[in-house]
């Protein structure tokens, strides 16, 4: 009886030994089919990153985010040749089972590097924007400096007290941006003050002119002085020009020079720079004017006292 058992089990799998092997030789012409399509798009995808990379490379300013973009370039080339393998040899649900998991991972891991991935996202599409480049001078959300490299998480931007911060590519994703470095040029304005006796109009001919000798100064049309308020001794003023930038000099030092000769050419013009002035008057309702006390003998005000 145990004879028979065993020996029926036996048979049960040879049978499925033999069936499965007559369906291996029946579709193995298939096999080797799907075998070379998998050589070819692996050697296609090989190539073709190749070809990508060195494309990307030229239009990006950071290598590891060409590098990566070629890489997921080669591997969804070779993924769809194993795929194409795959519904050559009839797995048509195992194609859909392996897109469906595909998705949950991606997914899942999506939300668990939530962070990472946002900054990777963002450092790809600023790749692709260029709202700036290397050596640029940027200026966002706090963050004040020279960009010195542009990597897959993060930007790191040297500021000008000689510190390099790492500023999350999210960060400069979602703030406005300002570039200093893409038009050339900037504007420096300085305020300065006049006496109320002084004439705004010659004040700003004087300026203007002492200004635009200066050999930083650019677009000399532009230079322009503005009367912007009423101060509690002097009449402010606004002076405007253009440098370039970046540039020699720099800004800081553009600004000094500019300084220093408008205090020249209003001094040498006879335009007082006032400094603050006070004027005390008693003679408010009744009460008795200062210069008046003043002129009082002093008998008379140590018996008022």
Known sequence: MEFEIVNQFWELIHGKIESWIEAAIKHLPNMVVALIIVMIFAVIARIASRIVSNIL???FESKQIADLLSAIFKVIVFIAGVFIALEFLGLTGTVTSLLAGAGIIGLAIGFAFQDMTENLIA?????????????DVVKANGVFGT??????????????????????????????VTNF?????????????????????????????????????????ETAVYAESFGDSSVNLL????????GEPGFMEARHGAVHTIHQALAQNDILIPFPIRTLDFGAKGGEKLNTMLSKPQSSVSNAN
């Open 57 to 59: 490379h030229r239009l």
């Open 123 to 135: 450092g790809i599409a600023m790749g692709i924007r260029k709202p700036f480049q290397i050596d």
């Open 147 to 176: 960009v010195k490299a542009i990597n897959l998480r993060n930007t790191i931007v040297e500021t000008f007290h000689g510190q390099l911060e790492i500023v999350p590519n999210k960060i400069l994703f979602r703030n406005i």
């Open 181 to 221: 470095s893409t038009l050339g040029r900037r504007r420096i304005e300085i305020p300065v003050g006049i006496s109320y006796a002084d004439d705004v109009m010659q004040a700003e001919q004087v300026i203007v002119d002492a200004i635009n000798e200066q050999p930083f100064v650019i677009d000399h049309d």
């Open 239 to 246: 002076v405007w020009f253009w440098i370039d930038y970046p």
